[in-house]
């Protein structure tokens, strides 16, 4: 399954018409039929799509003594959970991945949710106890909303689905939009829209009449730290999870594509795939095809040949999806779609509107990506945490290697973290501006939703800055919405996402980690260079020059940047809400076309935005 709808009215009753009307705006995820069932007080809808063996033919909700389970998502170590269920919990022959969930629910009550190791989302109605239980893996790759604004309770797969219930408010959340403005979630249970809520990661929701009882079951904070440094060892317990996470999302019914950059990130999910029996793994590298089209044609051949090189070495078919033609806003709509939720937060996502419906059509139903592969990069946080712990010697050592300039390390690695808020004051009393807010947004905005005053969610409290700094990239930005966005984009092409670098026993891994163990000498991905020289050719393992998509996206978007935004703010909600100075972005535009790189993030956030905007109206 991969939608799922849970309506839940503790004083009345809901209709199977309504949840059917309902479930009409998730179809996009039903590409094997839906099931609605209505009892009493709680309504179900579901969207079939079969990806797994065992999935096939199931329908949702599953009922198991006055227990209703709607499950999307995935197990991803059925045999581990089969062993420690009691006997008589044990499901007969080969069961769904709901049947043991339900199964756990069963022996272990709330508890239950410790045992799960996969991606998942659920909801499950415990008709004795009359409450409802939501809930959402660690990784987060699964969405979950919920609204308790309107009449009861509902929850859904997608916000806008949400949004539709009845008493539901259908106004946008100007706070969040602000904050996604700055890049910084810090409220990440609240959603761009008034009234509706995140099931936010590794966390339960627990409705029962009197309110939401919100229960953090994965604390990555909480992890014991790894006694162990030596790298040889780290490394090859990485490679043992790597290895347990990729043969997890193999179990599909068809062969899988890959999704492959001349990145180590794809490269060694690839390589791993093939050497625990990836059956007929085919490929698809988004690639010019003259290279002469890039804007750096030499770095374009070195990706083009690493991708070469390793589909030679694993006998891995690839075919190109040429990136010649591509520009920004080309065409604007393929930014957006019915599944759209929010802003779109990749210029170059418009290109899977082309690739995603290719893999699909040659008959893929999954496809493995190197997405999240970056979280092991390391931080150079690390350096402060090794001289908080005293190693002094390594971490000036590791400080001096580094290609990154002494000054700038010390001052933001270092002073920045040993007294934190230290440079943002001293700018403020130099320059009389908050660093924290960026000039292009209105003054009076800012005040009015309090985005100078925002205070990050204290739940957590990391002993090392380095791993907090990893949770905020991962949990605290739109990094998650970003993969949501992504994964919806697939789904109403008929393809399921996997990313083996999301699997919660390498999540776990990453933060039991000692601080200074990602990053060491000045070389980041030091695990994954330890792991490539076991498994990819030296052609693949040498990584330089590097390809980033960023050039891509810079030539199509610095073309349209100016006429885009002229024609927007002839007509802009953003201006009309009060929330970006006009001025401030005609300057940030005209300097972005003059060649000031790093305000591309900000441009396109604005133009995507306003197209967001303009979607809703519509």
């Known amino acids: 399954m991969t939608g799922l709808l849970a309506a839940y009215r503790p004083e009345g009753s809901v209709s199977r018409g309504r949840v059917s009307d309902l479930l009409d705006a998730m179809d996009y995820r039903g590409h094997d039929g839906r099931n609605v069932a209505v009892d009493g007080p709680v309504g179900f809808g579901c969207q079939h799509f079969y990806t797994t063996p065992q999935a096939v033919g199931q329908v949702q909700p599953l009922t198991v003594d006055g227990v209703r389970l709607l499950f999307d ?5 059925r045999d581990g959970l089969i062993e420690a269920l009691p006997d008589r919990r044990v499901p007969d022959g080969d069961p769904s991945d709901a049947a043991l969930v339900a199964a756990a629910y069963l022996a272990w009550d709330d508890s239950f949710l410790d045992r799960l190791v996969g991606v998942f989302a659920l909801a499950l109605r415990d008709g004795p106890r009359e409450r409802l239980l939501c809930a959402r893996g660690p990784a987060g790759v699964r969405d979950l909303y919920y609204s308790t604004a309107g009449e009861g309770v509902v929850v859904a797969s997608d916000a806008r689905v949400v949004r539709r219930w009845p008493g539901v408010p259908g106004g946008i959340d100007e706070r969040v939009l602000g904050e996604f403005l700055l890049g910084d979630l810090a409220t990440p249970r609240r959603t761009f829209y008034e009234g509706i809520r995140a099931v936010e990661p590794g966390t339960s929701v627990v409705f029962d009449g009197s309110g939401a009882d919100r229960t953090r079951y994965w604390d990555p904070a909480s992890f014991d730290r790894v006694g162990v440094r030596d790298p040889e060892v780290l490394a090859d317990r990485l490679a043992e999870r790597l290895r347990a996470a990729v043969s997890a ?48 044609p030499e770095r374009h051949r070195a990706e083009r040949r690493r991708v070469e090189v390793f589909a030679d070495e694993y006998d891995v078919p690839v075919e190109y999806h040429p990136l010649d033609g591509f520009r920004t806003l080309a065409d604007p709509d393929a930014h957006l779609s019915p599944t759209v939720e ?25 496809f493995l990506t190197g997405e999240g592969g970056n979280s092991f990069d390391g931080t150079r946080l690390e350096y402060y945490d090794a001289l908080r712990e005293g190693r002094v010697h390594s971490a000036v050592r590791a400080m001096w290697a580094d290609p990154a300039p002494l000054r700038s390390i010390l001052a933001w690695n270092v002073l920045a973290a040993a007294a934190p808020g230290l440079t943002e ?3 403020t009393a130099l320059t009389g501006d908050d660093p924290t807010v960026v000039p292009w947004l209105d003054d009076g905005f800012v005040d009015r939703v309090g985005l100078d005053e925002r205070t990050a969610d204290a739940a957590l409290s990391f002993d090392s ?13 739109e990094y998650l919405l970003r993969v949501g966005h992504d994964r919806r984009k697939a789904l109403a092409a008929g393809l399921q996402p996997r990313h083996p670098y999301l699997d919660p026993r390498l999540l776990e891994f990453l933060f039991s980690l000692p601080p200074g163990a990602c990053i060491r000498d000045g070389q980041d991905k030091y695990f994954f260079r330890r792991l490539a020289e076991d498994v990819l050719p030296p052609a693949v393992r040498d990584q330089d020059p590097k390809f980033w998509f960023d050039s891509v996206v810079r030539r199509g978007l610095r073309e349209e940047a100016l006429g885009t935004v002229e024609a927007l703010l002839s007509d802009s909600e953003l201006v009309r809400r009060g929330i970006v100075d006009e001025g401030e972005l005609r300057r940030i535009a005209e300097a972005y076309v003059g060649g000031e790189d790093s305000l591309q993030d900000p441009v396109w956030k604005v133009v995507s935005t306003e197209l967001w905007l303009d979607s809703l109206a519509g």
């Open 73 to 77: 998502g995935r197990i991803d170590d």
């Open 249 to 296: 999302r193999l179990r599909t019914r068809g062969d899988p594509y890959l999704l492959l950059s001349g990145g180590l990130d794809s490269t060694l999910v690839g390589a791993t795939a093939r050497r625990v029996g990836g059956g007929d793994l085919r490929a698809l590298s988004m690639q010019f095809a003259d290279p002469e089209n890039a804007d750096d």
């Open 342 to 366: 929010h802003p779109s937060l990749m210029p170059i996502g418009a290109l899977k509107t082309d690739v995603y419906p290719r893999m699909s059509g040659a008959g893929a139903s999954v």
């Open 425 to 427: 004051r001293a700018v």
């Open 465 to 477: 800055e380095s791993a907090r700094q990893i949770f905020e990239q991962r949990y605290r930005s």
